[in-house]
């Protein structure tokens, strides 16, 4: 019997979600037709939902956990536990950012000159939300999908989320302002969250899940230097903390042992063989627990 009904976004972070899990430790086999993967955990049993309904699955308790967005635990009200963020998305490790955008062209420069015009978009109560703090009246009409072509024919604006802003850009639209910024969250229903053991299995399952997010644009490092070279290595030398060092066979080296980031691995590398540095080697890892 399982222990915990987990929610698997399905949609856009769906593929991502699955790789996640993977490198988190989990395996998930999904048929084509089938809204109920598998998995390699007895105590889970996954389903997979749409990211804008799992907020008020897990609410209701049909699903006891869930992986969504925020913006859609915000848009829905879900009265759920956020019990961590897992910074990832469609594309990239990243937020992303509901935006206010109107064409290239248009007259429109700021929030406040949609004044009894139309805005379209998937998030209506954030966008009603936004505009009322603002004090603008402007009628907010909901978008089945692209959004970004509404304009200027069936709206004066749209809300739309984005993580690199390239398909606004592609579609010759103007940013004036963020609307909410946002993060996939893992939420779980209350009811299950007040259950010691049912914590525990969604804890742990965060833990690993955030492991593997550190872990995607890290690498590992290990050299020999000679000790006096070793202040020269650890000057080109960035690390996400102290790197470790160990004594070798040899009294004169020691190994030097840390993680860095995978982006800046080419300009390291160079800079740490001028400073003698020897053997270096790295290493891809699949877990880094803070």
Not at 53 to 63: F, H, N, W
Not at 121 to 148: C, L, P
Not at 251 to 262: C, K, Q
Not at 263 to 290: D, F
Request: glycine share 4%; hydrophobic share 45%.
């Amino acid at each position: 019997m399982s222990l915990l009904k987990l929610g698997i976004p399905k949609g856009s972070l769906q593929e991502a979600t699955i790789d996640l899990m993977s490198r988190a430790g989990w395996k998930i086999a999904l048929s084509s037709r089938s809204y109920v993967p598998t998995i390699d955990d007895p105590e889970l049993c996954c389903l997979l939902v749409r990211a804008q309904e799992m907020a008020r699955y897990v609410a209701s308790g049909a699903l006891e956990a869930g992986i969504t967005g925020h913006d859609w635990v915000v848009e829905t009200r879900a009265d759920v536990l956020e019990l961590a963020e897992l910074v990832y998305a469609k594309q990239r490790l990243a937020r992303v950012k509901w935006v206010l955008a109107v064409p290239e062209d248009s007259p429109i420069q700021e929030p406040k000159d949609l004044e009894g015009k139309v805005i379209a978009t998937e998030v209506v109560g954030i966008t009603e939300n936004y505009m009322a703090s603002r004090g603008v009246k402007a009628r907010v009409e909901f978008s089945w999908g692209a959004t970004e072509v509404k304009v200027p024919e069936l709206a004066d604006a749209i809300v739309e989320v984005t993580e690199t802003g390239s398909s606004l850009r592609a579609n010759r639209l103007r940013i004036l302002d963020t609307v909410l910024e946002s993060a996939t969250v893992f939420i779980m229903n209350r009811k299950a969250a007040a259950d010691p053991v049912k914590r525990e299995k969604a804890e742990n399952l965060v833990l690993m899940l955030q492991g593997a997010i550190a872990a995607a644009t890290r690498v590992g490092l290990m050299l020999n230097v000679r000790r006096e070279n070793l202040d020269a290595v650890l000057a080109a030398l960035p690390a996400l903390k102290n790197p470790t060092i160990s004594s070798l066979s040899d009294s004169d080296w020691v190994a030097v042992n840390t993680i860095i980031e995978e982006s800046v691995v080419r300009q390291i590398l160079p800079r740490l063989k001028a400073a003698k540095a020897q053997g270096i080697v790295e290493y891809p890892l699949n877990k880094i627990v803070l």
